[in-house]
C-alpha cells in the first residue's frame, strides 16, 4: 500500500492550497480516508475525514468553513481544497487510509507565511 501526497508549499495568508494523495495497493473505494496534519512540537490531529463512497464527510473545528474534503474514487485519490489559510495551518499534512488496518503517507509540508 502508497499513499503519496502532494500540492504542499508555502503561502501567504489568506491564500490557498489544494493537496492530493494518490493511492495504490489497496481497493481504494473500499477506505475512508482523511486528513491530519502535524505542526512543530504537536500531536497529529485529524483536520478531515471522508468516507469510502464520499457521502460522508467530517471537519475539524479549525477547518470548518475553510477546508474542503473530496475524492475520486475512479482515480484512487483524495483532495484537501484549503482556503484563508492561516499561520496556525502551517503543519505536515498526512493522508491516511482506514478500513481496519490504517494506512498513512509520507506528508506534505504546508508553510503559511508572508
Known amino acids: 500500500v502508497q499513499l503519496v501526497e502532494s500540492g504542499g508549499g508555502l503561502v501567504q495568508p489568506g491564500g490557498s492550497l489544494r493537496l492530493s494523495c494518490a493511492a495504490s495497493?489497496?481497493?481504494?473505494?473500499?477506505?475512508?480516508m482523511s486528513w491530519h496534519r502535524q505542526a512543530p512540537g504537536k500531536e497529529r490531529e485529524l483536520v478531515a475525514y471522508?468516507?469510502?463512497?464520499?457521502?460522508?464527510?467530517l471537519y475539524a473545528g479549525s477547518a470548518k468553513g475553510r477546508f474542503a474534503i473530496s475524492r475520486d474514487n475512479a482515480k484512487n485519490s483524495v483532495y484537501l481544497q484549503m482556503n484563508s489559510l492561516k499561520p496556525e495551518d502551517t503543519a505536515v499534512y498526512y493522508c491516511?487510509?482506514?478500513?481496519?488496518?490504517?494506512?498513512w503517507g509520507q506528508g506534505t509540508q504546508v508553510t503559511v507565511s508572508s
Open positions: 495497493g489497496l481497493t481504494f473505494s473500499t477506505f475512508a
Open positions: 471522508i468516507s469510502s463512497d464520499g457521502g460522508s464527510t
Open positions: 491516511r487510509a482506514d478500513r481496519g488496518l490504517r494506512y
